[in-house]
């Protein structure tokens, strides 16, 4: 039975750092929203309260049964989660006639606490509350302060019940994983023994056991997650997973040929399908970005159907959604629970009558990709930037036609390259070139021209959330934009996007 850490989301920005803390020291965790608690079995270790943009003072504060578990589990509450402790079992909660935000630093901590170990005296915390534990109970203790927090840290005697006004979580606590790995390993008992090689022995079993016989049907984009999942489904099953992957004419430039030979290099059961004229059709005089995703995401399930229905007794529909779209999906308040309607989560038609399976759902992305470079999954298919699933369709604005498709692979080729062969590739998130639905005068030998804008979009980013542009080299990006307009005829201006995400998305449709 593979051992977990509880982590209850309160609504917090935090919660999938905190999950993503806890998984980089080898401990299975999940996360789940303060009122759908699962049951809690012998699997459970611990639970992590996370912190919230609410106050424990408020009339709506999201409530949860501490007392069910508080004398049989140990707790960390974090922020929120620990000013609710403390409220609602005999201290007091008040506004802060400050806010507390930004580095602090420990100037007491109390000898011998074992959350504490190993972490010294002075070290730098991230505070981020508005309101502050002004009393606790008798039976509660200070075992940590700063100069302008009394109880920066406490701990309920005759229990493994803490709490922590800071945040462990992010960079700024200093020692926050050391704070994190006491409660875990000290505390909890967590043996650290969840890793790649772990998961994939753990996986292929489930996948054996559940699947059995059964043929499995799954898409394929050229992707980490859908790459990474089908690996694993191919070494569960063999020869009962069909793999379709679709050209929709959207695709990078030659990227179709490309992906599908290095597929079937891996030993992957694949048909490729060329339905680029099908899109094309669906997406003619549409300007509208949203109409055009619905157009490509309609015209996908068809294509994708037509091929699942000659796979002959297929009953599985294999798919690569990993945690953070599972969290999104199902979490009920605050910010990081907005809700998203993903193309990977809840959205398989009803007519096409098959079981889903997700071996990746348990997932954050840097850890597929570490799964995959376990399963020796080529580095140029782990490394791949993320590509927007309606593809260049959302980076040409306006009405698509395979002639501006032509013009943006053209393009794209030629930026992406350059990234690639000036060692910068691996550096960015995120990049590709947008057609602009606009033309500008130009010069090009003795001639007058009037032709179209092409924009250089790239972005750093952890996971997507936020993302601010890359400060490119100025040469870098006079080679590529002298390449441009030199080499893709229809181009003769090219500009670099430097908009950083909030407020700007990093797609532009």
């Known amino acids: 039975m593979q051992e977990k850490i509880l982590i209850l989301d309160f609504g917090s920005q935090f919660t999938q750092l905190i999950a993503r803390r806890v998984r980089e020291l080898n401990i299975y965790c999940e996360i789940h929203p303060f009122n759908k608690v699962p049951e809690v079995d012998a699997s459970v270790k611990g639970i992590i309260l996370s912190g919230s943009p609410y106050s424990v003072r ?46 602090a630093n420990l100037d007491f901590i109390k000898p011998d606490t074992i959350l504490f170990k190993d972490v010294p005296l002075g070290s730098q915390v991230w505070m981020s509350h508005g309101d502050t534990i002004a009393r606790i109970a008798d039976d509660f203790e200070v075992i940590a302060s700063t100069d302008s927090v009394k109880v920066a840290a406490y701990h309920i005697t005759g229990t ?47 996948l054996k056991a559940k699947l059995g016989d059964d043929k499995v049907v799954l898409g394929l984009s050229g992707g980490v997650d859908s790459s990474v999942a089908a ?32 597929y079937q290099h891996m030993g992957l059961n694949i048909k490729g399908i ?121 980076r040409i604005l ?7 498709v032509d013009i943006l692979q053209q393009a794209d080729a030629i930026y992406i ?29 003795d001639e007058r021209t009037y032709e179209n804008v092409i924009c250089l979009r790239a972005v750093e980013s952890l996971d997507g959330m936020t993302a601010d542009w890359c400060h490119l080299p100025y040469d870098l990006l006079a080679k590529i934009s002298n390449e441009i307009i030199n080499n893709v005829k229809g181009i003769n201006r090219v500009v670099y996007d430097i908009s950083s995400k909030p407020p700007a998305t990093i797609e532009w449709e």
């Open 417 to 445: 390259n350059n990234l690639r062969s000036a060692g910068v590739y691996d550096k960015v998130w995120q990049a590709g070139a947008i057609y602009l639905p606009v033309q500008s005068v130009g010069v090009m030998g």
């Open 398 to 404: 306006g009405d698509i036609t395979p002639e501006k």
């Open 231 to 262: 690996v694993l489904l191919h070494q569960a099953i063999g020869k009962n997973l069909h793999c379709i992957f679709v050209d929709n004419g959207l695709l990078r430039k030659d990227e179709y040929q490309s992906v599908l030979d290095s």
């Open 160 to 206: 493994e019940t803490y709490g922590i006004q800071f945040h462990p979580e992010v960079t700024h606590s200093i020692d926050g994983k050391q704070l994190l790995q006491n409660f875990l390993v000290d505390i909890c008992g967590c043996s650290q023994d969840w890793t790649p090689d772990s998961f994939i022995e753990t996986t292929i079993a489930e």
């Open 58 to 103: 408020q009339d709506d504060a999201p409530h949860f049964e501490f007392a069910k578990h508080h004398k049989t589990l140990p707790i960390l509450g974090v922020c929120y989660g620990a000013q609710y402790v403390a409220h609602f079992h005999g201290g007091e909660v008040l506004a802060s006639s400050t806010r507390e935000y930004g580095r």
């Open 274 to 394: 060329d339905a680029k004229q099908r899109f094309y059709d669906a997406l003619s005089g549409l300007t509208d970005p949203e109409k055009k995703r619905k157009a490509i995401g309609r015209v996908f399930i068809e294509v994708f159907d037509d091929a699942a229905h000659e796979v002959q007794g297929v009953s599985w529909l294999g798919q690569g959604t990993i945690y953070p779209d599972v969290i999104e999906s199902v979490s009920v308040k605050g910010p990081s629970a907005t809700i998203k309607s993903h193309h990977n989560v809840g959205g398989l038609p009803d007519f096409m009558k098959l079981k889903v399976v997700e071996p990746l759902n348990t997932l954050f992305k840097d850890e597929v990709r570490r799964v995959g470079t376990a399963l020796g999954i080529d580095p140029n298919i782990l490394g791949r930037h993320p590509f927007p699933g309606p593809g260049l369709a959302i």
